[in-house]
């Protein structure tokens, strides 16, 4: 399950490939600090709290370890990066590290920490925590899910202390999105964390029942309680290090209380009724039904379009031999059929999907790149119409034809029928799988849909191969295609359709090998966007996924909470968090 | 004699039931799986009998209130073209009990429009038709794992109590063990076992062994006790000392005390058992997609934004609300029916 969202998860986002970034205008506080002064948003007032829903109990505090959702929520209030995505612009900016410098060949990167820093416990930060952090992170034994994104080019990364306040990272090859990497990597104190690490005890550290005079970082608050089962409590860090423009200090929130409300219609009831301030991850439906009492409820919604999840249909083209799966082996004679597949995705209602499904708030997709990620989409992916008469000319220049009562057989008169396998726990996948069903029965194909309870699923997926087709969305976590590589690269784990090959199966999966290759090592914006459109005509050509559609990213605030500036890339409300305050 | 005649309406209520279930294809306009993509979450259509000039018409018609919608006419009644209701009309192709095919409906409108007597659910399916094909599967499969659970509760529960020592603790500690079973994690194994895609009869099979087999420990344990007692009355030792065998006492003095258990455990557990295929479904051991089910009916009340803007989701539950009543209804008559033989 990690290795499935661990890519989705982390990551780093577009390109920006100015060499010589500018730092944000740094400002000297007391006592040395440098301080970062955010340029966007509203000047607002210290204090008051906010309350927010998590969906569930974060498993536990320690950034290293974290892979479920919740949790990595609560660490992005309590932490900091080196070098960060803004949400709002999807540029790399200055965090921890108010500047840095790339060598000529790419391989170099040296990071100039800020001075004068403070632990939200009160002690000073400098590179020995920098160096001490990512040694746990690239730590074999400590299996950290980040780790396979600082591993670039097969080897680690090297980190080197230049001195005090200078770290120097080395790459084994250029990394088009290397600045990226550092983006929610949290820097750990060393001082609280070293000696656990050295005793052996890392992997219970900073658990759930971490005492909070044991918990510091950079982030823009810390600890302050934890109710098992009920709420986190966390407070106002007094040594945060941004300012706003008019030179106050950072967060202006005294209290922020998350919540853990198990469902979501719960989380959407307590919204609208006014226990929570902010809301997010919710479904079209509930979308409507917030908005009806929008104006008498003190509340807004907002309909971001497009974000980057995209939700696709693929066929099983896995090697069966070894796994003795007669049965679906001969059915992958029509799955390896380039037409059959070009011949379903004609006869999709992608329209009807959008208009069913998420209530119109949503995208059609007919690639992997949604109109969201507005650096990478490929304008040239042509949209064909639904048709059901090219669908039928597809099948019958692939030796399909049709029996007297209108049921699709193939060459040797076999009638065509297949199951897609969803996750009974998304309602919005099943119901594309009944829509499909139907569309695919005009064609003539008997087409079940089995959904199953999600890990069983997954293991289906990517340990048994016993499916024929199957639903899946994926979301990435950064717009950049390298949060992608395992996708569409023919040994990654995430190369749904088959896996985990030793050798491209296909010629056109050996050309996107390369293609995806290249794209990771080429620094230059535009010659990588040539890439990797290739790859999106591959997919769109080809269709190893048939892209469905890309669900909107839906949002709400109460009126009171200012500064609200949501964005399409995960955590969608709060990653602006300091700057959030209440009037 | 109120009594005899409220079983007598029940039972009739329950025959009707069960009839409307059987001849569905007949009773339904449409087949349960074919879809409306214009029109998802139609209210029900009202019939009218008076037209929007005042004319009275013995046969009813509806408006296609959809059709007004798109055209842009408004969507208050009296606007839009109308239709009348037929009936006895050709439509979609259906099979009586599996046997028996025929394409004539009770009622329906032409094609260009729709008739939904319960409105329609989220793919512009019609809900009437899905909430009489859906008790095909779930009314017999409900009523035939109730039964199981409770024939294998009598064997069990009868034995243990009547013979008591060694056999008792055998049963009902081995019912314990049953009970605490990791059933989710047994259901996963059972699941990833059988071919991913099962048929409509296999499906059956499943709900109706899984849930039988399941649920035996409860009407055992009650069975265990009503024995227990009833096998130290007067007259259970009046018949041992006439020389009576244990088979004949079992059968003649004891079990009949059970009854009244027996009933309502079945009353009980068959509404059950109609909800707990919701949670087979989510297993995949269910009735999947197209293939309507009540407890897919009543689990889609269970989202807020069902619940809070569609309120002719309810009507499924509200037709099962008098159906489970007459069960209840017809096993209170019984018992008490029984009781008045028995003294």
Wanted: overall charge neutral; glycine content about 8%.
């Amino acid at each position: 399950m990690g290795k499935l969202y661990s890519w989705a998860e982390c990551a780093a986002l577009a390109a920006v490939f100015a060499l010589g970034v500018s730092p944000a205008l740094a400002q000297t506080g007391q006592a040395g600090e440098e301080r970062m002064t955010v340029e966007a948003g509203a000047i607002g007032h210290a204090g008051g709290r906010l309350v927010v829903a998590l969906r569930s109990e974060p498993k536990t505090l320690n950034p290293v370890l974290a892979v479920d959702e919740p949790s990595r929520d609560v660490i992005r209030c309590l932490t900091a990066d080196l070098i960060h995505i803004n949400r709002g612009s999807l540029k790399t900016e200055p965090s921890l590290a108010k500047s840095w410098s790339v060598s000529a060949d790419g391989k170099q990167y040296i990071l100039q920490l800020r001075r004068g820093l403070r632990f939200s416990d009160g002690e000073p930060f400098n590179a020995d925590d920098v160096i001490f952090s990512f040694q746990v992170y690239l730590d074999e034994k400590i299996d950290s899910p980040q780790r396979d994104l600082l591993v670039v080019g097969g080897k680690p990364i090297t980190v080197v202390k230049v001195d005090a306040y200078t770290v120097r990272f080395e790459l084994a090859q250029p990394y088009a999105a290397a600045e990226r990497l550092f983006d929610g990597v949290a820097i750990l104190p060393r001082h609280l964390l070293e000696n656990t690490y050295r005793g052996g005890g890392f992997s219970q550290a900073w658990n759930l029942s971490v005492p909070p005079n044991q918990f510091a970082g950079l982030g823009p608050f810390r600890l302050k309680e934890y109710i098992p089962g009920q709420r986190v409590v966390l407070e106002r860090n007094p040594y945060y290090w941004k300012a706003d423009h008019a030179g106050n200090e950072l967060p202006y929130l005294n209290e922020v209380i998350l919540l853990f409300v198990p469902s979501e219609d719960a989380q959407v009831i307590r919204f609208q009724s006014g226990d929570t301030d902010v809301l997010s991850r919710f479904s079209a439906e509930n979308f409507a039904v917030l908005q009806k009492q929008q104006s008498v409820k003190g509340y807004h919604l907002d309909d971001l379009g497009s974000g980057l999840e995209y939700n696709f249909l693929f066929f099983n083209l896995n090697d069966l031999g070894p796994k003795g799966l007669p049965d679906i082996a001969k059915k992958q004679a029509w799955f390896q059929d380039a037409r059959f597949r070009r011949a379903v995705s004609a006869a999709i209602d992608r329209d009807g999907i959008v208009r069913l499904v998420y209530a119109g708030r949503a995208t059609p997709l007919w690639d992997q790149v949604t109109p969201g990620n507005k650096l990478w989409i490929d304008e040239n992916i042509p949209h064909p119409a639904r048709s059901l008469e090219r669908a039928r000319q597809l099948l019958e220049s692939a030796g399909f034809s049709w029996t007297s009562a209108g049921s699709l057989v193939d060459a040797h008169g076999t009638s065509v029928e297949f199951s897609i396998l969803t996750s009974s726990s998304n309602a919005q996948r099943t119901k594309m799988a009944t829509i499909i069903q139907d569309d695919l029965k005009q064609l003539g194909m008997t087409v079940q849909v089995v959904p199953l309870e999600f890990h069983a699923m997954v293991d289906r997926l990517q340990n048994s191969y016993d499916y024929e087709a199957a639903i899946m969305g994926l979301v990435s976590g950064d717009a950049d295609p390298t949060s992608e590589m395992n996708v569409w690269l023919s040994s990654g784990e995430t190369h749904l359709w088959h896996p985990n090959q030793d050798k491209p199966a296909t010629p056109w999966e050996s050309d996107m090998d390369q293609l995806m290759q290249q794209q990771l090592v080429t620094l230059d914006y535009a010659k990588r966007k040539h890439l990797y459109d290739r790859v999106q005509e591959i997919v769109a050509e080809n269709l190893p996924v048939i892209c469905l559609v890309s669900p909107d990213i839906l949002v709400g605030a109460a009126n009171r909470v200012g500064n609200f500036r949501p964005a399409i890339l995960v955590p969608y409300a709060l990653w602006n968090i300091e700057q959030l305050y209440v009037q | 004699m109120t009594r005899r005649r409220k079983l007598v309406g029940a039972l009739i209520l329950l025959a009707a039931f069960q009839s409307l279930i059987l001849l569905a294809g007949f009773f339904a306009p449409y087949d349960f799986a074919s879809q409306n993509r214009e029109r998802p979450f139609a209210p029900p259509t009202a019939l009218h009998f008076v037209d929007a000039r005042g004319h009275f018409h013995f046969r009813p018609f509806i408006y296609d209130l959809e059709d007004a919608k798109r055209s842009g006419e408004g969507s208050s009644a009296g606007s839009g073209p109308s239709y009348p209701v037929h009936f006895f009309v050709r439509g979609a192709p259906y099979k009586i009990a599996g046997v028996f095919a025929s394409c004539i409906h009770l009622f329906g409108v032409e094609a260009s429009g729709r008739i939904f007597l319960m409105g329609s659910d989220a793919y512009g399916r019609d809900q009437f038709s899905r909430f009489l094909f859906g008790g095909q599967i779930s009314m017999l499969a409900g009523l035939i794992a109730a039964i199981l659970s409770v024939s294998i509760g009598i064997v069990v529960g009868g034995i243990a109590g009547y013979y008591g020592g060694w056999l008792d603790e055998l049963l009902m500690r081995g019912g314990e063990l049953f009970l605490a079973l990791p059933w989710l994690y047994l259901l996963f194994a059972v699941r990833a076992a059988l071919p991913l895609h099962i048929s409509q009869w296999e499906v059956f099979l499943l709900l109706v062994s899984v849930m039988g087999l399941i649920g035996w420990t409860r009407p055992a344990r009650l069975i265990r006790g009503v024995v227990l007692s009833a096998k130290q009355r007067n007259f259970v030792a009046a018949a041992r000392g006439f020389g009576a065998s244990d088979a004949y006492l079992l059968r003649r003095h004891v079990l009949p005390q059970t009854y009244g258990v027996l009933l309502t455990q079945l009353t009980l557990l068959i509404p059950q058992y109609v909800l707990a295929e919701v949670t087979l479904t989510f297993l995949g051991l269910g009735v999947g997609e197209p293939m309507p089910s009540w407890g897919a009916l009543l689990s889609s009340l269970q989202q807020y934004y069902v619940l809070s803007s569609y309120w002719w989701m309810f009507l499924p539950a509200l037709f099962l609300l008098p159906l489970f009543l007459a069960f209840y209804t017809a096993a209170d008559a019984l018992q008490e029916l029984h009781k008045r033989v028995a003294l």
